[in-house]
């Protein structure tokens, strides 16, 4: 995207893009069928789960002024209109933990001036989201979002992580809490004296730690070696919600035995409650608030409009990530522009506005390109068994393939030829069965693998379309008249949520990955190189590496410190905003350009494996001073626990029928650790390129071999920059 500041530029441009494909984002969720129901699903309990439990925080820290209600209608309403309306139907809306904590402050604020209080709090709040939507449609029409791409990794993956640092200081603090006794309950209840109290908490954490679980095993079903295939993909599908329901059934097992408030559950107020629908009529005491604070308001305008403008730029960029591979165009401005109209109505409803929220936007595109990759892989799967049933050869394969491939792409007249999609299928398989001289043969399963060729080398791409976003809006609407059913949910399945959340969010962040890397033994840092890992690794030398997380880290926990001052807080946007310039100005004056390129990388590269040479590396710990590997750590990995009998892997039996080149080509097995081609990460040579694989995030990537020897552990003068 260019950089445009001619006013209105963008939102034109961005208006003229969507609208080619408007027509198309229906039409292809449509043609989806039942298959998009498992995205939408997914996505709605990622974004309805947590937006009930900022209800509840809200609840209690405005004292009931806002509750669970309010947050799912606001997510609700902006997401059907932005589903509809909206540029990027890929982003999704909500209520956000930094709206829970601005909406915090301001009532901090209000609560003790006499002039606004309790009744005119939010009346006041309008007026905030009145200037915050002026301030975001001036934003718009000037294009500041053509500075969206100096919102680089740093700033992303660091505000990725201060959104899961929020999520789970949200879980530990509401799970302590579960041992104390609410604010608004009377201390003489059963159900509250000391023992009962104790007995509530352990059973909480109990909840809330067996939802977590089982929600992260349940997410890597697919890997898993047992059950059938439908049924792996069934609970990696939909089993966080399921483990919601069951750990709520679990919840009700001590029913008899235990007084009434064991374990607590959600506590709001129905729709059709008296008194529960006085926030829609706020704007009829707009006129009452004095006239001092309604120019003050300007101010908390000021932070939530920054706010917005970055959280918002960032979730729509999330979802829009260069490996995700999206054929339709962006829409950063009018985007923008659409929420200043949400923020202003949520105003003048007395109700929290919803933004573009992480990490459910890169979420749900996520679980889009695993839709699309089923798709695809079914129906080539198909057509290739069919053309080798015909006795087909490659070329007639790859034809037959390609045409089934461009009947699943999306007819835009200015996207890229869908046929480049296949170009890695056809290079492994036409050109080097010409080279063997086999190009006119028949095909069969020894030159083409239907089920291993087809998922290796099936290119990223996403069903980008707007009937998912649609549907789980709805489905959010749904929960607010389904909130008698809602408040059955224990609060400690939801902070178990919270935790879920923010751990999900983890991996792919290289941030966090490098924090990892810090507190890795130096005698352990070789099982880094053993696995996929990023490409600094190998090109960046280690004292960088060190210098740089340590400059993000202070960042962060600068940022998350600020949120817990009470007034200072709500200028927590401002610190998230400044990581531009200190990006461009200030970093390149401590680190050179090579090394900034590759810790701050527009894309998530991975390097191959690497061997691992463990005589090498005994010698070269013990010259540094270095503890070296334990001898009993190697003997665990070839002792078998139970009998501690040596293990043995059986050679291949050469027999009167083995051919003589599949004897050739058996290799002899070693210890897992002591590998016949071993060579030091260090003077490792060259890995060639493999197949794509699949990066942290869930998404294949190409490998990048290694271009020089790692730099892992290696301390180099002059890596600060000369």
Not at 280 to 285: L, S
Request: proline letters at 7%; glycine letters at 6%; hydrophobic letters at 45%.
């Amino acid at each position: 995207m260019e950089e445009s500041f001619v006013p209105f530029r963008g939102i034109k441009n961005d208006l003229k893009a969507r609208l080619l494909c408007y027509k198309q984002d229906w039409i292809s969720g449509l043609r989806a069928g039942f298959r998009i129901l498992a995205p939408t699903t997914y996505i709605f309990f990622a974004s309805a789960i947590p937006v009930i439990s900022f209800g509840e925080q809200l609840e209690t820290n405005t004292d009931g002024s806002l509750t669970a209600v309010q947050t799912l209608a606001s997510t609700s309403l902006c997401g059907i209109i932005h589903s509809i309306f909206g540029g990027q139907p890929l982003l999704i809306l909500g209520v956000a933990e930094p709206t829970v904590l601005m909406y915090t402050f301001m009532y901090n604020f209000a609560k003790d001036r006499k002039d606004l209080g309790h009744h005119l709090f939010l009346p006041w709040a309008a007026w905030v989201c009145v200037w915050t939507a002026l301030l975001l449609f001036l934003l718009a029409v000037l294009g500041a979002c053509s500075i969206i791409n100096r919102f680089t990794r740093v700033a992303g993956e660091l505000f990725g992580l201060l959104i899961a640092m929020l999520f789970m200081q949200q879980a530990i603090r509401a799970t302590v809490q579960e041992f104390g006794i609410p604010q608004s309950e009377n201390p003489n209840e059963v159900a509250l004296l000391p023992s009962w109290r104790f007995g509530n908490g352990m059973f909480a954490l109990v909840l809330s730690f067996g939802l977590l679980l089982t929600s992260l095993s349940s997410r890597k079903a697919r890997s898993w070696r047992y059950g059938t295939g439908w049924l792996r993909g069934f609970i990696a599908d939909y089993g966080v919600p399921l483990m919601v329901l069951v750990w709520t059934a679990v919840s009700y097992i001590p029913v008899h035995d235990v007084p009434s408030g064991i374990p607590r559950r959600l506590l709001s107020p129905n729709p059709w409650s008296p008194g529960a629908y006085s926030n829609w009529t706020v704007i009829k005491e707009m006129l009452n608030v004095p006239l001092l604070y309604i120019i003050g308001a300007f101010i908390p305008a000021t932070m939530i409009a920054v706010l917005y403008y970055f959280d918002h730029s960032v979730a729509s960029q999330l979802a829009q990530q260069q490996e995700f591979n999206l054929k339709k165009p962006s829409s950063y401005h009018y985007d923008l522009l659409l929420l200043g109209f949400l923020t202003i109505l949520c105003g003048l409803l007395g109700i929290p506005p919803s933004n573009g929220v992480i990490p459910q936007s890169p979420m749900h595109t996520k679980s889009l390109a695993t839709l699309k990759h089923q798709l695809l892989r079914n129906k080539l799967v198909a057509t290739a068994r069919k053309s080798i049933k015909m006795n087909s050869n490659l070329g007639q394969l790859y034809t037959s393939m390609k045409d089934a491939y461009n009947e699943m792409q999306t007819p835009l007249v200015y996207q890229m030829p869908p046929t480049l999609g296949l170009k890695e299928l056809k290079e492994s398989t036409i050109e080097k069965a010409a080279s063997a001289g086999y190009i006119g043969a028949p095909v069969d399963e020894t030159v083409f693998d239907v089920d291993k060729d087809i998922d290796e080398l099936l290119p990223v791409e996403v069903k980008e379309q707007r009937l998912s976003n649609l549907l789980q809006a709805l489905m959010v609407s749904g929960c607010v008249a389904a909130m008698p059913l809602l408040k059955k949910i224990p609060t400690s399945v939801l902070w178990g949520y919270f935790a879920y959340m923010a751990i999900e969010s983890l991996p792919g962040n290289q941030f966090w990955e490098r924090i990892l890397l810090l507190f890795t033994a130096p005698s352990r840092r070789y099982k880094v190189l053993e696995e996929q890992h990023a490409t600094f690794i190998e090109t960046v030398p280690f004292k960088t590496i060190t210098f740089f997380t340590l400059f993000q880290t202070t960042y962060l926990l600068l940022c998350f410190g600020i949120t817990w001052i009470p007034i200072a807080g709500v200028l927590f946007p401002l610190l998230i905003m400044l990581l531009v310039p200190v990006r461009q100005y200030f970093l390149p004056k401590f680190f050179k350009a090579a090394h900034l390129q590759d810790l701050d990388a527009a894309e998530y590269e991975e390097a191959p494996p690497i061997p691992y040479n463990i005589a090498y590396e005994v010698q070269e710990l013990q010259a540094k001073g270095i503890a070296s590997i334990d001898s009993g750590e190697i003997l665990d990995e070839i002792v078998t626990r139970s009998r501690g009998e040596v293990r043995r892997v059986q050679s291949p039996k050469i027999t009167s029928t083995t051919s003589p080149a599949a004897s050739e080509s058996m290799v002899h097995v070693y210890s897992p650790r002591l590998r016949t081609r071993s060579s030091s990460p260090r003077f490792g040579e060259p890995i060639e390129a493999k197949g794509p694989r699949k990066s942290p995030r869930g998404i294949e990537i190409s490998e990048t071999p290694s271009p020089r020897p790692s730099m892992l552990g290696r301390v180099v003068e002059g890596s600060s920059r000369s």
